[in-house]
C-alpha cells in the first residue's frame, strides 16, 4: 500500500515527469498535494495502471487534491538544457502553478534541481511508494499522452498515437522515410544503424 506522507505534519507535493526517454514531444511534469486521508486503491505508479485506469483516476486526482499544477519544456527547450535538468525545470514549473504553497517536495528519482528554497526529498521509484507522487506520475502521463495522441493528427507518420513518441521500431521507420520534423528532439539519436533497425521489434 503507498503511502500518504514522507514525513508527518508537513504539506508535501509530490512530483514526476513523463517523456523523458522519448525522441520527440515535450517532456511535461505535474505536481500534486493530496488531502489528509487520502485513500484510493486504485492509484498507484502511473506504469503499472492501464490507459484506461490512469484516465478513471485522472479527474479523481483533479477533483480531490488540494492543489495539482502540470507543466512542460519543449523539445527546443530540451535541446538547450538537456533532458535530465529539463525534466527538473518541467517540475519548478508544476510547483509553480500549485495554489497551495507547499512545505516540501517529494520527487520521484535520485537527484533534483532545488527549487525556490523549498525542502524536497528525492525517492528511488517514489512513485510506487507515495500517493501524492504516484498522482504526479498519473497527471504527467495522461496530460502528456493527450498531447501527443493530438500531434499525431497532424504528423500521422510516426505512430504517436500508438508510440507517444517513445522510440518503437514504427515511429524510428517513420523518421528514416520522412526525415524529423519539428518536434523531434534533435540532440537525440533519432536513428539506430540500419541493420539495428531492421532487427528491432
Not at 499525431?152 to 505512430?159: E, S
Request: contains cysteine.
Amino acid at each position: 500500500m503507498l503511502k500518504a506522507y514522507f514525513k508527518r505534519g508537513r504539506i508535501e507535493a509530490g512530483c514526476d515527469e513523463a517523456g523523458r526517454g522519448c525522441l520527440a514531444g515535450p517532456v511535461f511534469a505535474a505536481a500534486v498535494i493530496l488531502p489528509k486521508g487520502f485513500k484510493n486503491k486504485l492509484l498507484n505508479d502511473s506504469k503499472q495502471l492501464t490507459e484506461a485506469q490512469r484516465n478513471e483516476l485522472r479527474p479523481i486526482i483533479e477533483k480531490e487534491a488540494v492543489a495539482f499544477g502540470v507543466a512542460s519544456l519543449s523539445p527546443r527547450e530540451i535541446e538547450k538544457h538537456n533532458i535530465l535538468k529539463s525534466s527538473f525545470y518541467a517540475m519548478h514549473r508544476a510547483v509553480n502553478k500549485l495554489k497551495v504553497n507547499p512545505e516540501a517536495l517529494l520527487i520521484d528519482g535520485n537527484r533534483f534541481i532545488p527549487y525556490k528554497e523549498i525542502p524536497y526529498d528525492c525517492i528511488i521509484k517514489g512513485d510506487g511508494k507515495y500517493l501524492s507522487i504516484a498522482a504526479a506520475s498519473i497527471l504527467a502521463k495522461t496530460y502528456r499522452d493527450e498531447y501527443m495522441e493530438k500531434l499525431a493528427k497532424k504528423f500521422p507518420h510516426y505512430c504517436w498515437d500508438t508510440n507517444k513518441g517513445y522510440p518503437t521500431k514504427a515511429h524510428r521507420e517513420g523518421i528514416a522515410c520522412h526525415g524529423p520534423c519539428k518536434h523531434h528532439r534533435k540532440t537525440f539519436r533519432l536513428l539506430k544503424e540500419p541493420e539495428q533497425l531492421e532487427i528491432e521489434f
